[in-house]
């Protein structure tokens, strides 16, 4: 096996286990024979990622913390932002504070749990969530993904991303996701990527 090192940086407390997983994955899907060193993702609110001096700081002190990397990985949620804006500033905003560093910045339009509904059929019965259940229109446009999980619940509880973001995303399709929500497409992209980069 050959190792590759990829950090990451998240904004939500569930996407601290959840990225983790879900970069094993998609790197397993990408070449069998990599296996992906990825630390434990260093987390910051959105609002102080963005702000001036943000990402800036957090790529700093990432790189401080875990050391060498073939790259770090930004994910964050769009919300109301438009990812192929606001995506492109903050890598040119990183690339300035640390030059010899690649990073990736992927905007969950609108948020992380959007490519869980991406991969929707895949995720029948699991997590207290019913059967059959069935891909939602214009996905990348619904605002509250996590309500949407909650009302096709039938446990009676609703869903919670530090309780069950890490299960789903070690079980939803990723590429009925990656065929079905163009901002997970990226985020596979952008590991090829710096997967890629750390194998020269």
């Keep these: 096996m050959t ?5 990451t940086i998240v904004e939500g407390q569930g996407e601290v286990a959840a990225v983790p997983e879900l970069v094993r994955r998609v790197v397993a899907e990408i070449d069998p024979g990599i296996w992906v060193n990825s630390p434990p993702p ?3 609110g959105r609002n ?5 001096g943000g990402i800036e700081r957090a790529v700093e002190a990432l790189v401080e913390r875990v050391g060498p990397a073939a790259g770090v990985l930004v994910l964050l949620d769009a919300d109301d932002d438009c990812p192929a804006k606001l995506g492109p500033e903050l890598v040119i905003r990183a690339k300035q504070a640390r030059s010899d560093i690649t990073v990736a910045t992927v905007l969950a339009n609108r948020e992380f749990e959007a490519w869980f509904l991406a991969a929707a ?3 029948s019965g699991l997590r207290g969530l019913g059967p059959n259940l069935q891909r939602p229109a214009n996905l990348e ?3 509250d993904c996590k309500g949407w999980l909650s009302a096709r619940r039938t446990d009676g509880r609703s869903y919670k991303p530090s309780a069950d973001q890490t299960a789903l995303a070690a079980k939803f399709d990723l590429r009925m996701a ?3 929500a163009p901002s997970f497409d990226k ?3 952008d590991l090829h990527r710096l997967v890629t980069k750390g194998l020269r």
């Excluded at 102080?48 to 001036?52: C, E, H």
């Design 3 to 7: 190792e590759v090192r990829i950090a």
């Design 42 to 44: 260093f987390r910051i």
């Design 48 to 52: 102080s990622l963005i702000r001036p």
């Design 121 to 123: 059929p895949s995720l």
């Design 141 to 143: 446009t619904i605002r």
């Design 178 to 180: 990656r065929e079905h």
């Design 187 to 189: 985020f596979w992209r």
